[in-house]
């Protein structure tokens, strides 16, 4: 017996997002600062912690509950999980908010691997760059 899953609709490494009404029921997200990398504001080692926000679908039919689970790994390698529990309506969008803190020794990639109980998963990337020579 298969019961459907909701959806994760997007996934992305944001500064801000907030939400607006329009005219009737119908509601804006507005993302600011949507970004794939950043400047080490400091030398290494530090402590790095983003925000992710991922825009999940409840679709009909599909349960409403469901868990979301986000793996941090570099290099191959696990380095931060979350895991939350999601309560969203049926036809209705909803968005968490996910912030790991990883500790960075040297500069590089680090993936968010997203994914609604155990479903399929959206791989989002995420980069530390070194400061501009002075």
């Not at 490494?13 to 997200?29: K, Y």
Request: aromatic residues 8%; contains cysteine.
């Amino acid at each position: 017996w298969y019961r459907a899953r909701m959806q994760i609709v997007a996934a992305l490494f944001t500064d801000e997002i907030n939400l607006r009404q329009v005219a009737g029921p119908s509601t804006r997200i507005d993302l600011t600062g949507v970004q794939f990398s950043a400047v080490a504001p400091s030398p290494l080692p530090l402590e790095w912690a983003p925000h992710l926000v991922v825009i999940i679908r409840c679709g009909a039919g599909e349960s409403t509950t469901a868990a979301l689970e986000v793996v941090y790994y570099r290099d191959g390698e696990q380095i931060a999980r979350n895991v939350q529990a999601v309560e969203i309506e049926q036809n209705k969008f909803g968005y968490r908010l996910v912030r790991a803190e990883m500790e960075f020794t040297e500069y590089g990639t680090v993936e968010a691997h997203c994914r609604m109980d155990m479903g399929p998963v959206t791989i989002v990337p995420y980069t530390l760059l070194p400061p501009p020579e002075a």
